[in-house]
């Protein structure tokens, strides 16, 4: 082999008889890559075909129990305002959901708070089925089960319309994976007085999608409005991680692009890598839920008897052309004797110097043509050299600019600490870490009339588009804190102003307070953020109770609702974002919530800076040299 590949280097003439050979079996080749190309589209075509079929048939008879559910709780909703004066009936009214229809599994009646004193605060007659296929009852409504804040709950409350909430884990009810159907009760006076419920299992959606195999490699998913996984081939992802946070995305960007089409209500065909292997993903969505179904099928698998194919016809063409290259061969050699100083100029290209002078050729055969040749190739050399030398320094601008812009940004932010020498009623510091260059991470603070106001967002993203979300919402907060006085009003004002032209649909998640030096009062609004964590000077370490309010930038006009409580001296506030307790290490383990706690348990006599230093170090600890997937920023403060 090693004395075939020399003398293919040194014989001009067997190179000739390769290239004429080529030339010779070009239009045989082209006419069997149209032939195999026309096969691979009638396949492509027919499996196209196939899962459409499939997934349309699953996706009818996902919607036609949607809709009997829907059916179901309507037709009964009408008994309800019927019967208010007797709470005890409505069991009775969750027991016949379950027996109108075979998919439901538990249904419940969610009044209002104190709807019925004689009932207690919380009131909701809650019907289910048992494993051995008989209905019970029991009233929800506890001090552990808080129904009112959950979503199936506050969000048709908020819409004022019918919901079918986000599969979820319901720890206190039926105890299963399931949805929930939410229907909004209304008195003669247009106030709502109850949530009418009806909730399906998982277990059959998985059971409809994983029916669903063209192939015997098929790979099935289904996944929710935010791109949670409902069903996967990895029961740990169900409910737990994000079509768009998989480890398959890190070899293939191109599911981030069929992840957002799918949330976006869209159907179709795309492809993808993984581990190695080519996918074809069909895709169709759950119209009146909001999800995504998919399959995934093999490349090999669609392809497999046109790839049989194609490899017998290679080998059998590879065999021919071997045969005509050698009688090439043999006829070119005695037209290509005067090639030596040709030869002797191309190998002196070949070592780089590509200015290197070419021999002149008087014939006017294909000598020439291969010398013109030559020649064009060696102009498109240096060509090439002098732009890869502008792309290079162009490259290097791009990057100088990026770190003067990360200079700027954190400009933006405090960073003298302490921030107040001249109080001695209040110790802060605080630490922001973007992800890349620059990132989407924020926070401010500031004192006026003894009042300490004090912002930590998120902004959804990373890079420079986060960035100027971020640069807008941190000059916004304190052009705004300047003409409101409560955090709620000062949320709700940032939120109608990010959700002006939001085109881009980013928002910013955000904790906002105000602290009345003097009285210890704090007033505070959370649009969507981590809760903070409050270190009392007892010792005390816990989550502080924070309302279930939207993100801002999402919908302009929603009413924020601010929340106050008073700080005994010697408090401590921990506040953070989600790149903290999302660290992620080489295992994909998070820092979460719990490390956090244990954490801020060990420093809570310790002062904010070295509160925020053990942290750091304590996720660097537990990171292990991984790479940063996300900004942490962290602020802590004592109310002295």
């Not at 600490?417 to 922001?432: K, S």
Request: aromatic share 12%; hydrophobic share 40%.
């Amino acid at each position: 082999m090693k004395k075939l590949k020399r003398m293919i280097e040194r014989s001009f003439s067997l190179r000739m008889s390769l290239y004429i050979l080529v030339m010779a079996a070009s239009v045989f080749i082209l006419a069997f890559w149209g032939y195999f190309q026309q096969a691979r589209i009638s396949v492509r075509e027919e499996a196209m075909e196939q899962a459409q079929v499939k997934l349309d048939n699953t996706i009818l008879q996902i919607d036609k129990v949607l809709s009997s559910v829907e059916t179901a709780v309507q037709n009964l909703s009408w008994l309800v305002a019927d019967k208010l004066d007797y709470p005890d009936y409505m069991y009775a009214l969750t027991q016949q959901v379950l027996r109108s229809n075979p998919h439901v599994v538990g249904s419940a009646i969610a009044f209002e708070p104190s709807f019925y004193p004689e009932k207690g605060v919380l009131f909701s007659p809650y019907s289910f089925r048992t494993e051995d296929g008989s209905i019970r009852s029991k009233q929800l409504g506890t001090e552990d089960y808080e129904y009112h804040y959950m979503d199936w709950y506050q969000i048709p409350k908020l819409l004022g319309k019918p919901y079918w909430s986000e599969p979820y884990y319901d720890d206190g009810g039926a105890n299963v994976i399931m949805t929930t159907f939410s229907l909004p009760l209304y008195d003669m006076d247009g106030e709502m007085y109850a949530i009418f419920t009806a909730d399906i299992s998982l277990e059959w959606f998985a059971e409809k999608v994983n029916e669903i195999k063209l192939y015997p490699n098929s790979i099935n998913y289904m996944i929710g409005r935010g791109g949670t996984f409902l069903v996967s081939d990895h029961k740990e992802a169900i409910l737990n991680e994000s079509f768009f946070a998989r480890p398959l995305l890190e070899g293939d960007k191109r599911m981030l692009d069929i992840g957002h089409r799918m949330i976006n209500g869209e159907s179709g065909m795309s492809t993808f890598e993984r581990d190695g292997e080519e996918y074809y993903l069909f895709f169709a969505p759950v119209t009146s839920t909001g999800w995504s179904v998919s399959v995934a099928c093999l490349y090999s698998d669609i392809f497999a008897s046109v790839d049989g194919m194609r490899n017998m016809m290679i080998a059998l063409s590879f065999i021919g052309l071997l045969l005509l290259a050698w009688v090439c061969y043999l006829t070119i050699r005695r037209l290509t004797a005067p090639l030596t100083r040709f030869a002797e100029s191309a190998t002196e290209i070949a070592q780089g110097n590509f200015n290197a002078t070419l021999p002149d050729i008087i014939s006017k055969d294909e000598m020439k043509t291969l010398r013109d040749s030559f020649e064009s190739m060696q102009q498109s050399l240096v060509s090439y050299i002098d732009e890869l030398k502008q792309t290079t320094a162009s490259k290097e601008r791009i990057e100088s600019e990026l770190r003067i812009a990360r200079e700027i940004q954190m400009g933006m932010v405090p960073k003298m600490f302490p921030p107040f020498p001249e109080r001695d009623d209040v110790d802060l510091y605080a630490q922001l870490i973007p992800a890349k260059e620059v990132g989407g991470d924020l926070y401010d603070f500031f004192i006026e009339d003894d009042k300490f106001y004090f912002i930590v967002g998120d902004v959804s993203g990373k890079g420079v588009p986060a960035s100027l979300v971020m640069a807008v919402t941190c000059r916004l907060f304190r052009t705004v804190a300047a003409h409101f006085h409560t955090p709620a009003e000062i949320i709700t004002a940032l939120n109608d102003t990010l959700s002006e032209n939001n085109e881009s649909n980013m928002f910013c998640t955000a904790f906002l307070g105000v602290i009345d030096l003097k009285t210890g009062v704090m007033r505070y609004c959370n649009a969507g953020h981590n809760a903070p964590v409050i270190v009392f000077p007892s010792g005390k370490v816990e989550f502080m109770e924070v309302l279930p309010n939207l993100p801002l930038g999402l919908f302009g006009g929603f009413p924020y609702e601010g929340q106050e409580c008073t700080l005994e001296r010697g408090t401590s506030i921990f506040l953070y974002t989600d790149g903290v307790t999302e660290a992620e290490n080489k295992e994909k383990a998070l820092y979460s919530d719990e490390r956090l706690l244990q954490q801020l348990v060990v420093t809570q006599k310790e002062s904010p800076r070295s509160m925020v230093d053990s942290v750091l170090v304590d996720i660097e600890s537990h990171v292990d040299g991984a790479d940063q997937s996300d900004d942490i920023t962290i602020m802590s403060f004592n109310y002295k």
